[in-house]
């Protein structure tokens, strides 16, 4: 599937055409930028093979989010009809839930935001290149997300360099 979406829309220069020719119709220097995403406009008119493809990439992204969406109210629905369960364990599946709802969440708005926005927005003649400093703060920021979320790990963390600190003094 992901093949499909990048021959219906992704132009690499590893294809047949030679530098000039990919600069002269991109207007891209191919030595910098290793993909063109989207060639929208075409002689003035839209490209109908272009926006094919980003109509089945939205789709399938729109399909994928609307099914976490219900499972996330499966989740919720189930843990609070739940009556087998002690209140400590209902405590701890919420906290869990958070944490996984958060760093879901993370990679979400700087990774898939980002590529969003790369691949969408040039339909409306925006100039848009990904920002690689999100794209590279996600793995830090999600687990940090964990360590401030769940107690546990939070109380071993400080546990941890209190006692170093406290090492260090002595």
């Not at 990048?6 to 220097?29: D, P, Q, T, V, W």
């Not at 930028?33 to 926006?51: E, F, K, M, Q």
């Amino acid at each position: 599937a992901l093949l499909l979406l990048h021959s219906l829309f992704c132009y690499s220069r590893g294809s047949s055409e030679s530098g000039a020719e990919f600069a002269r119709k991109y207007g891209i220097n191919a030595n910098k930028h290793a993909i063109v995403l989207a060639d929208y406009w075409r002689n003035g008119h839209y490209n109908v093979r272009s926006l094919a493809g980003l109509a089945v990439f939205l789709g399938l992204i729109c399909t994928m989010f609307a099914f976490t969406v219900f499972c996330t109210g499966s989740i919720l629905g189930h843990l609070s009809r739940a009556r087998a369960i002690s209140t400590k364990t209902r405590q701890l599946q919420y906290a869990l839930f958070r944490s996984m709802a958060v760093q879901t969440l993370i990679p979400v708005v700087f990774l898939h935001g980002n590529a969003a926005c790369a691949i969408v927005l040039p339909l409306f003649g925006v100039d848009y290149s990904i920002d690689f400093i999100s794209v590279f703060c996600f793995p830090p920021l999600d687990a940090l997300a964990t360590i401030l979320l769940m107690r546990d790990y939070r109380e071993a963390v400080w546990s941890m360099a209190t006692c170093r600190l406290s090492s260090r003094k002595s």
